[in-house]
């Protein structure tokens, strides 16, 4: 899959690629597009996106809280294949225990979203271990990603933490050989 950072300049301060950008990715690939929104207003957003061309779409509880399950709603309406949710590094798991069972996927930020290159924050490791555990106590099929810092060394943590998913953007793109950090990583 690819995983593609929308960010509105608002929730993060950074700005990230717009709905022309995922039409492009679409027309080059049939991979699953997983589309990170880390926007204010998902429910502004997520249409958008999923029409451009995003197979799933993870927004922040940080944005929703007490309307996350109206978002994941609306979503599943417009036909995603998979909805997820996100959570900071300091955002404590707790914060998706009421609606672990409305969504696909649980992406754990293990850097402050925003900008490319952080280090990975080794406190979010009980956090990842916590999901995890919460994971196992559906009987649904739930993905957990994590993403931020992830190289040679942290993906064995991640994975050992629970993570199923990891996503790799600076230890990829800043590979002298692309193809062996992603076997790297992949075993």
């Known amino acids: 899959m690819l995983h593609v950072d929308i960010m509105d300049g608002h929730f993060v301060p950074n700005l990230s690629i717009g709905t022309p950008v995922v039409e492009s990715i679409r027309k080059s690939t049939d991979l699953f597009l997983d589309v990170h929104l880390m926007v204010t207003d998902p429910m502004k957003y997520g249409e958008i996106f999923h029409k451009a061309g995003a197979d799933g779409l993870t927004f922040h509880i940080e944005v929703t809280n007490e309307k996350a399950s109206e ?3 609306q979503y599943r309406e417009f036909g995603c294949k998979k909805v997820g949710i996100s959570l900071n590094p300091d955002t404590p ?3 998706i225990k009421d609606i672990i069972n409305e969504i696909d996927l649980v992406l754990v930020m293990t850097v402050h979203p925003g ?3 952080q280090s990975f924050i080794h406190e979010c490791l009980p956090k990842i ?3 995890r555990k919460m994971i ?3 009987t649904r099929d739930i993905d957990l990603e994590v993403d931020g810092g992830i190289n040679e060394e942290t993906v064995i943590l991640a994975k050992e933490a629970g993570a199923n998913v990891l996503v790799a953007g600076t230890a990829f793109f800043k590979a002298d050989d692309r193809s062996k950090i ?3 990583l992949r075993s």
Do not use: R
């Open 93 to 95: 798991a707790s914060a």
């Open 129 to 131: 271990q916590e999901i």
């Open 136 to 138: 196992n106590n559906t």
């Open 71 to 73: 978002v994941i709603k």
């Open 115 to 117: 900008f490319g290159g």
């Open 182 to 184: 992603i076997h790297i």
